[in-house]
């Protein structure tokens, strides 16, 4: 019987190590929700995480989708489908782009922020899973209004001291307007903010005192935004320092948010569902921060996360 060396167990440390973080790395992006779902944004509401993403249609050419899905979950393993709990046709003055949504919960009604025909909305609904009400009757904001030529992915955030804030913005423009406690009126006007390497997909977190901005970009003039990256600040409206990347998940794109359930941080994102395809999938990664409160990089394997049909 042959004895094993120093140095060859330390080379099958090392495989085994390999090995067991290339298959992590792969089971990592297995798609948590069922069909075709994008952009996710993670809610926390009375003990119970929601995902509000965007519903890709199965064999879409465009980005045509019509309506948005509520999901939610106790454990983060099992995913309840709540059905649509809005659509285009919930609304009057749009009739496509039913893109990346949002929605917060104040004084026990739930606001949800959406993407419309260029504009962006506000519905209201009793329950985080609606069905929601189109608030205004009209966009909140208008079809590039204060210079801002794509008024998508809108983004609330309400900070310590009660006030609210609605980033929106895409291709690198960025704009942010505050609301009034009541969630469906403008306090004031729209301010453009200056977001070091920002495409699109703005999400507004804060931990520690810290305000943390992440979303997509495109690296390097890349023909697609497919690395989450990240900025800091001290104040909601910024000045943000760029930090750098937090993912990038080898996919044409990549949109999702960052929120905290049951003493765990995690990134909510999206992968294609197969190569050249506009159909996308949710998937979810543990996030991790440094003692200086900096965000730890991911690392993934370039695959997608492949069809759940």
Known sequence: MD?????????????????????????????????????????????????????????????DEVDWHVFSTDDMVNFTDHGVAFSLKDITWANKEAWAPDCMERNGKYYFYFPAGGQIGVAVSASPTGPFKDALGKP???????????????????????????????ARQLGVVKLKEDMVTRDGAIQALDMPEFYEGVWIHKRNGIYYASYPTRPGGAPQANVMVYSM????????????PILDNHSPNIHGSITEFKGQWYLFYHVAASPGERERQVCVEPLSYNEDGTIKPMEMTPKTAGSTK
Do not use: C
């Open 233 to 244: 600040a001290k104040s909601p409206l910024g000045p943000w320092k760029y930090k750098g």
């Open 3 to 63: 004895f094993i060396t120093i140095e060859n167990m330390n080379k099958l440390v090392f495989v085994a190590v390999v090995i067991f973080s290339n298959v992590m790395s792969v089971l990592a992006q297995r798609p948590i929700l069922p069909d075709f779902q994008a952009d996710p944004s993670a809610r926390v509401f009375g003990g119970k995480l929601y995902i509000y993403p965007t519903h890709d249609l199965v064999g879409m050419k465009h980005w």
């Open 140 to 170: 909140l904001i208008n079809l590039k209004e204060a210079g801002i030529r794509y008024s998508i992915d809108p983004n609330i955030f309400i900070d310590d001291d009660g006030q609210a804030y609605l980033y929106y913005g895409g």
